[in-house]
């Protein structure tokens, strides 16, 4: 099945500042999806992006598909952004379901 | 809207007893359903799918059946914990069912299970 890497595997950020977090997948993808899961374990989907580019407020994503991987970008961080954040990939195949990268844990610290 | 309902939010039981944990989505019909467990700082990992009422998919063969009694609801259940069973598990919903997957996914808040 499809692999699912992403990096780095955890990040510190002093609030105020910006990041890139990558996800990287092994096959052609018609399904890509980022969510945060904050500290309580609530996770949220954050885009639905298996190409091009979406934002929404600080966050924006930007999925290149014939290169085989996505990208999220948090501008401007807050404490609020702490968490861990997944990328989860589907291939072409006809019943093929979302596989979970290990995730990115994020610390914004005050 | 959409809302997703799962209970409780923390459970704690003995090895050997039974299980059942439910989830219930709002406001959507012919949702696709999943039940997914997450591991103490590891990511998620599927175990069931349902595509209709009666319909179950399961990813990974273990000690947990799931049923689906009503178009809506979705159950997790075993007859007799392991202490191996221990985790986080999230029930999710994507908006249309009928075997579509192609669909933003949706969690609810998860239950916290502790097998002692």
């Known amino acids: 099945g499809i692999q699912v890497e992403q990096s780095p595997p955890d990040l510190i950020l002093q609030e105020g500042a910006n990041s890139t977090l990558r996800c990287n997948f092994s096959?052609?993808?018609?399904?890509l999806q980022w969510f945060h899961q904050n500290p309580w374990g609530q996770l949220i989907n954050l885009f639905y992006i298996p190409s091009g580019t979406k934002q929404n407020g600080r966050l924006s994503a930007t999925t290149v598909a014939t290169e085989r991987y996505s990208l999220l970008y948090i501008s401007s961080s807050q404490t609020t952004d702490s968490g861990v954040y997944f990328c989860?990939?589907?291939?072409?195949?006809?019943?093929?379901?979302?596989?979970f990268g290990k995730g990115i844990t994020l610390s914004v610290r005050p | 809207s959409q809302t997703i309902h799962q209970w409780p939010a923390t459970l704690v039981q003995p090895v050997g007893s039974p299980l059942s944990l439910e989830c219930t989505v709002e406001g959507t019909s012919n949702p696709n359903l999943y039940w997914y467990r997450q591991a103490a700082g590891r990511g998620l990992q599927l175990l069931f799918y349902s595509v209709g009422i009666g319909q179950i998919s399961s990813e990974v063969p273990q000690n947990l059946s799931a049923s689906r009694p009503q178009d809506r609801q979705f159950i997790l259940s075993s007859k007799k914990l392991l202490l191996s069973d221990s985790g986080f598990y999230l029930c999710a919903w994507t908006q249309y069912g009928r075997g579509r997957t192609n669909e933003k996914l949706f969690f609810g808040s998860g239950t916290q299970l502790s097998v002692l």
């Open positions: 989860a990939a589907a291939d072409t195949g006809a019943n093929s379901k979302l596989t």
């Open positions: 096959d052609s993808v018609n399904n």
